[in-house]
């Protein structure tokens, strides 16, 4: 196809009987759009010939291609048509097999249309490879100081004196004492208001996600998210059959106003407002406020996901919005994956009581119930206190990090790539004051030998200077160093 030209014949795979002609045309356009058949820049159709080639109701096509325009696939120029989106990142493109079913294992090829639906567009992340802690990978704590030799004497010992009954079924809602003490440390640590009894105990922040957009949402139901935002939050949110509607972040998180005025009704807002995945700014109290407002008002939920707000640098930690909820519309995420380490995925939910009862009863058809003995190594290593003394070192070595890689940024970096301050987190931002693509430099470095993300590969709409994600909790400050030297040659 050239730039501009409309993709006339470009097939699209006729709906099946019954289906929502809506959802087939957004899907089947969007697939088309991920798959590499629309390129970037590539005209679509007009909403006219659309209707009058799959006898649709122009309105049914209209609605369609907002909905594509407004999740940033598409940009609409009045005069000139609907065209694919150019700040769209190419690796997501990439990342999809060009052609679908010849393609496919056969073990996928019979699968519904709601598995289908729901992995579109989902990259799979491979386990990590290459050396613990290498520059500047986010997503994962610092592994080599994580004190194995102490979780395998709790582990020993639980496994040795616990009694038989926790080799029996557990609970749908999680181990009892686990849940006493997430309740408790939520609590205390994060002013969260909550009893043992609005606990579920989840594999990880990622399947709370899940739970809570199956359970909340119906298909076609709207949802604010961040953007830049969490892919995981918006995939699990687009798995539910439901719409991510992009709303812009600011210096003082989620743009509540001009979601009101521009997002148009919702019935969930997803929030990182501790720390901003993954701009890193915390959500002021009057977007707080707003926010419980506007889901009050519309009688919609709030998902706030606190996935490393124990690492707080300076500055008071802001109790979660969870605490200013009087009317049970917050529904709050927390996890260990970052506290402790990656592979222990456990995660929980704080419910508001109404919703407890539900939820336990899903779960009990999900998985049953979580794996009983991790639960139990891990509530005694809580209430032992090596949880807490753990997080408060990790505090102190992340802040030495931090410094460690702010300074060598300022030194050798300086005028091409801008570290940002943070306060919190396990990362942080360097902007590229220069412009520039920053996904081409992202690449370059990684041909380098490094680890980084680009930001335009968490935005939707809302576009963003470029900019990488560098994460530096993880990194050993000689490693920081090291990368921060990689990262120069690849900026020059
Ligand atoms: C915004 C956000 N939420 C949650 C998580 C953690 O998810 P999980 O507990 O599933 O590893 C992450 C990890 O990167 C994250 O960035």
């Not at 079924?169 to 849940?179: D, K, T, V």
């Not at 719409?243 to 919702?266: E, I, K, Q, S, Y």
């Not at 009862?357 to 979580?370: L, M």
Request: hydrophobic share 40%.
């Amino acid at each position: 196809l050239s730039k501009a030209a409309p993709f006339q014949d470009l097939s699209l795979i006729p709906p099946e009987q019954g289906q929502d002609k809506w959802r087939w045309l957004y899907s089947e356009l969007r697939a088309a759009i991920l798959e590499g058949r629309l390129r970037t820049g590539a005209r679509l159709p007009s909403s006219r010939n659309l209707a009058r080639q799959y006898q649709l109701s122009r309105g049914t096509v209209l609605a369609a291609l907002e909905q594509l325009r407004s999740e940033g696939y598409t940009d609409t120029q009045v005069g000139a048509g609907t065209f694919v989106a150019s700040s769209m990142p190419d690796r997501a493109m990439a990342a999809v097999p060009r052609t679908r079913a010849p393609q496919l294992p056969e073990s996928r090829a019979n699968i519904s249309n709601r598995a289908n639906h729901m992995i579109a567009g989902v990259r799979m992340l491979p386990p990590s490879r290459g050396p613990v802690g290498r520059a500047f990978r986010s997503y994962e704590p610092a592994l080599d100081l994580f004190p194995v030799q102490l979780w395998a004497r709790t582990a020993g010992r639980v496994l040795r004196h616990a009694p038989r009954a926790l080799y029996g079924q557990g609970h749908p809602s999680g181990y009892e004492p686990l849940r006493k003490a997430i309740a408790e440390y939520v609590g205390a640590s994060r002013g969260v208001r909550c009893t043992a009894d609005q606990i579920i105990v989840t594999a990880g922040a990622q399947q709370a996600l899940d739970l809570v957009t199956r359970m909340l949402l119906d298909p076609g139901d709207r949802v604010w998210v961040e953007d830049p935002g969490y892919p995981g939050a918006r995939l699990a949110v687009h798995g539910a059959g439901a719409l991510a509607v992009p709303v812009p972040v600011d210096r003082d998180g989620m743009h509540v106003d001009f979601a009101r005025a521009n997002a148009g009704r919702a019935r969930m807002a997803y929030v990182t407002p501790a720390n901003q995945f993954p701009l890193g700014v915390t959500m002021s109290l009057a977007r707080r406020l707003a926010l419980l407002n506007w889901a009050v008002a519309q009688d919609a939920w709030i998902v706030e996901d606190e996935y490393d707000a124990e690492y707080r640098y300076c500055g008071r930690p802001a109790p979660a919005l969870q605490s200013l909820d009087r009317s049970g519309c917050v529904v709050y995420i927390g996890t260990f994956t970052k506290m402790l380490f990656n592979a222990l995925r456990i995660g929980f939910v704080v419910l508001p009581q109404r919703l407890v009862e539900p939820f336990a009863a899903a779960r009990s058809i999900v998985d049953r119930h979580p794996p009983t003995l991790d639960q139990a190594i891990l509530s005694e290593f809580i209430s032992e206190g090596h949880f807490g003394h753990h997080v408060r070192r990790m505090r102190q070595v992340y802040m030495e990090r931090l410094s460690v890689l702010m300074e060598t940024g300022r030194r050798h970096l300086a005028g091409r790539v801008d570290i940002q301050e943070t306060a919190a987190g396990m990362r942080t931002i360097g902007w590229l004051p220069s412009g520039g693509s920053d996904s081409d430099l992202a690449d370059r470095a990684r041909a380098a030998g490094v680890e980084l993300i680009a930001l335009s590969e968490f935005t939707m709409r809302h576009t963003q200077p470029g900019a990488l994600i560098l994460g530096f909790a993880g990194c050993s400050p000689a490693e920081l160093r090291r990368g921060v030297g990689v990262l120069a040659k690849a900026a020059a």
